[in-house]
């Protein structure tokens, strides 16, 4: 499992209400077999929508999507989840050990087999130092984990999946710049080998991308590499512009 195409899909949120909302609006595209595309634009936009269609969080109305030319609708759920993996900006952390939360992706992964995906996620050393190790409770009414943390169980579920399809959603936002570069290099891993679709609005999370696609307003506005469209001068070479400034006032303390 790894070509996907969307092909003209619409969705309308709220349809035939006050708040109707087009979310997308005829987008096609092929996403090719282990490529790591870059889906860019504002908040929004519609990138996370087509994160949603594919996972099947709900299901296309308009339009279709294929995954090596089957219609996603006639793949069944558990064959999508077992080739699919999302690690997104919010992550969930049920009540349990850490070793059963990573678990969760592979329930008959062996304790050997978590801790190689820990170690790779480079979860390993934080959760050494609880007091119980990968048996330390977390989760509601046990000990909390900040965002880098929990965003590193994420990942290490990702790797214990092994999935065909990697779509990361956000996945280093509102991070520090130690915990991203550990994040950065843990989603590297996973993503050896894989169709990997990366949703972002900040292009710094964006480098490994070989080709990148820009939505706005719900349409595929451009697409190629960061070169092409840096020379076009339209939604990314306005995005790094803007961004590019906002970095360099923070550098002058402005």
Request: aromatic residues 6%.
């Amino acid at each position: 499992m790894s070509g996907i195409e969307v092909k003209n899909v619409s969705v309308v949120y709220g349809a035939g209400t006050p708040f109707e909302k087009r979310a997308l609006d005829n987008v096609s595209i092929n996403f090719g077999e282990d490529r790591v595309v870059g889906l860019i634009g504002h908040t929004g936009s519609g990138k996370s929508t087509i994160a949603n269609l594919i996972t099947r969080m709900y299901d296309v109305v308009s339009g279709s999507i294929t995954i090596d030319g089957v219609d996603i609708k006639d793949i069944e759920m558990n064959s999508l989840r077992r080739n699919v993996a999302i690690v997104s900006q919010e992550v969930y952390i049920f009540r349990g050990t850490i070793l059963d939360n990573i678990r969760y992706a592979k329930p008959e992964a062996t304790r050997e087999e978590v801790v190689a995906a820990a170690k790779a996620a480079n979860a390993h050393d934080f959760i050494l130092r609880m007091p119980e190790g990968y048996d330390t409770m977390v989760g509601i009414g046990s000990r909390s984990l900040s965002g880098g943390e929990r965003q590193r169980v994420s990942i290490a579920r990702a790797l214990l999946l092994n999935p065909s399809l990697l779509i990361l959603d956000e996945a280093t936002a509102a991070m520090d710049t130690e915990t991203e570069r550990l994040i950065s290099e843990a989603i590297d891993r996973v993503s050896e080998g894989k169709t990997t679709i990366s949703i972002a609005h900040r292009l710094s999370t964006l480098k490994n991308c070989n080709y990148l696609m820009a939505i706005d307003n719900g349409e595929l506005a451009e697409m190629g590499t960061a070169e092409e469209l840096m020379e076009k001068k339209g939604i990314y070479y306005k995005l790094w512009t803007l961004q590019n400034e906002q970095l360099q006032k923070v550098m002058e303390g402005r």
